[in-house]
Structures are given as C-alpha cells and as structure tokens.
C-alpha cells in the first residue's frame, strides 16, 4: 500500500463548479502538507502549504488538513478552465524529512 | 521555472548508452533534487544534495547516479540506459529550515525516451 493515496481521475466538471480533490495516508508524523499544481509539460508549482490540522484560504482554493482521518482536501470554487491541470499533494513529516507525492489527480474544466 | 534549468529538455536515445541530465539553479539554494515523474506514480524521488559534493538516495536510486561539484548544478546521470528509464525527469530546489525545506521549486522537465 502507497504512503500517499490520490485518486487519479481524470475529473471533468463545468465552469463554476466546485472541486474537492483528496489525499488519504498512512504515515501520522507527517505535519507539512501541500498541493502542488501541474500544467501539461510543465514542472509542478506550489499552490497551498499546511501545517497540521485545520483549514487555509488563498482566494478561489481551500485546503483542509484532518489529521485525525489522516486526510487532506484541496477545493476549488468557481472553477474556470485554466484550473485545467494535474493536482499533485505532498507530505512531510517536518525538516530534514523528504516530501512523499501523491500520484496526482487530473482535473479538467469545460467551459 | 525561474532559476532553474534543465538540460536537454528532449533526449531520445538507446538502450545501454550512457546518459546525463544537467540541472543548472541561480538561487543559490543547498537542497537540490531529482525526480521522476511516471502515470499512476507521480513524482518519485532518485537522489537528492545536501551541500557541495553531499548526496544520498532517494527511493529509486538503482541505476542512477549523481555529482554536484558546484553549488549551482546537479547532474543525473544512467551509465546504462534501460526501457524502463524512460520517464519525465524533473529537477528541484529548496532552501533550509522548518518550512523552506518543504517548499520545492520545480524545473521545467527533461523528457527522455530509451529504445
């Protein structure tokens, strides 16, 4: 069983909808939490950053840590077509320990 | 991608020929990082740098090494290339400290295909 489960997708939904992207694991010393975003052909970047539980605005996207589930969420609100990408979670279990990835979920916005 | 790139971007080569990958950053970071990136694997972590000279291994070494002679460029290199080295390989970079260490900065990738 992976450290780090992500379901793959690919998910397809219409502008303006609301996206839940998820991560479950295994591993309860991991504290740092994050979600990289992936544009086709391009490296992966840095969208949000958590550490331990609890949730993180920056405008349209959420991030939700429960640590008591071992599960993290990524949400999208009015989504719109340049969303269109691979979300990438990662975990830490804190300095001088080494990001775990999840597989990574494709999502795509129709408009 | 600023600050750091990968070189070359596309190689297409043959299986047991010997292949490097160059990582070049101008942010003068200490952490530097290759991975590979495969469908329904995400990214995976080969071998990583602590400092001039200091590597280790990450989970999927075998087949690989590395060198960093200078603070500013990490190479990968396949002494004998294989089919199943055929991937995305993606450099990163970090800084120090509870919080940077965690927060990698990507190239932009170097897509290498072995026949």
């Known amino acids: 069983q992976k450290e780090v489960e992500q379901d793959p997708g690919p998910l397809s939904v219409p502008e303006g909808a609301i996206v839940s992207l998820n991560c479950t694991y295994s591993?309860?010393?991991?504290?740092?939490f994050m979600w990289y975003r992936q544009y086709s052909r391009k490296g992966p970047e840095l969208l949000m950053y958590?550490?331990?539980?609890g949730n993180k605005e920056d405008g349209r996207f959420t991030a939700q840590v429960d640590k008591s589930s071992k599960y993290i969420s990524l949400f999208i609100r009015d989504s719109q077509p340049s969303d269109s990408a691979t979300y990438l979670c990662a975990m830490s279990a804190g300095y001088g320990n080494k990001l775990v990835f999840g597989a990574g979920t494709i999502l795509r916005v129709k408009s | 991608d600023a600050g750091i790139t990968q070189s070359p971007r596309h190689k297409v080569t043959e299986t047991g020929t010997p292949v490097t990958l160059r990582c070049h950053q101008t942010?003068?970071?200490?952490?530097m990082y290759w991975y590979r990136q495969d469908p329904g694997h995400g990214l995976r972590l080969i071998h990583y740098?602590?400092?001039?000279?200091?590597?280790d291994k990450g989970e999927v070494s075998d087949g690989y090494s590395v060198s960093r002679s200078k603070t500013e460029d990490f190479l990968l290199t396949l002494e004998s290339a294989t089919s199943s080295q055929t991937s995305v390989y993606f450099c990163?970079?970090?800084?120090?400290?509870?919080?940077?260490?965690?927060?990698?900065?990507f190239g932009a990738g170097s897509r290498l295909t072995v026949l």
């Open positions: 942010e003068n970071h200490r952490y």
């Open positions: 740098s602590y400092g001039v000279k200091d590597t």
């Open positions: 958590t550490y331990s539980s």
């Open positions: 990163a970079i970090s800084g120090t400290g509870p919080r940077s260490d965690n927060v990698l900065t």
């Open positions: 591993n309860s010393a991991f504290q740092y």
